[in-house]
């Protein structure tokens, strides 16, 4: 149970030092101190063994703990988040958000832009779509699918079309542009061929 303790200490500690300047100051010391103690007066049976463990009095003036708290939840957000970014997407000079479908398509897709990113030359079909060649083909399954703006998909397993309309065939779904109205895309996808990357 000591050794526990002392382990359980060490790494909060750790914590409040990495989320301030490196350096552990007398507060933190304090509360290692702290522990230390009621975790000896518990292995040696002293009267404190019946004291809750929420009762132990742990010096915290300026919030070191609170902070460290909030800084090692902040951290793991961030890895969740980069976790959540997946692939991006741009066309021409913007980035746009994009929510990918779960799928073997998508998967093999990422895995293809994870090593260097993939730049396809689209051109405009049909007053309602972007489409271009990705070089290869992944794994398809197809169904027929009504199709809005803002909808990507894979078309006979080596073609990636963007929709700025609509229109109805036999695709894979790859994912929708998110945060853009159906103006927006038409303006951005309507004008003229443009270029994509897809990137890790």
């Known amino acids: 149970m000591k050794n526990i303790g002392a382990v359980l200490a060490f790494c909060l500690i750790l914590s409040l030092s990495a989320c301030g300047n490196g350096k552990i100051t007398e507060s933190e010391s304090a509360v290692g101190t702290a522990l230390n103690e009621a975790l000896v007066e518990e292995e040696d049976g002293l009267s404190k063994t019946n004291m809750p463990a929420d009762e132990i009095e742990i010096p915290s003036e300026t919030g070191e703990i609170e902070e460290a708290v909030e800084c090692m939840q902040a951290e793991t957000n961030n890895d969740q988040n980069v976790e ?68 990507i998909v894979l078309y006979s397993g080596n073609q990636i079309v963007i929709f700025y309309g609509s229109n109805s065939w036999a695709y894979t779904r790859l994912g929708k542009i998110t945060g853009m109205s159906g103006d927006e895309l038409k303006e951005m996808l309507g004008n003229g061929d443009v270029t994509i990357v897809l990137s890790k």
Not at 120 to 134: A, D, K, T
């Open 84 to 151: 959540d970014e997946g692939m991006q997407l741009r066309i021409g000079e913007n980035t746009v958000n994009v929510d990918w479908e779960k799928n073997a398509s998508v998967d093999v897709l990422a895995e293809l832009v994870s090593e260097e990113p993939l730049t396809v030359q689209m051109s405009m079909y049909g007053g309602f779509e972007q489409v271009g060649p990705l070089g290869s083909s992944i794994p398809r399954d197809d169904v027929q699918t009504t199709t809005g703006a803002g909808d």
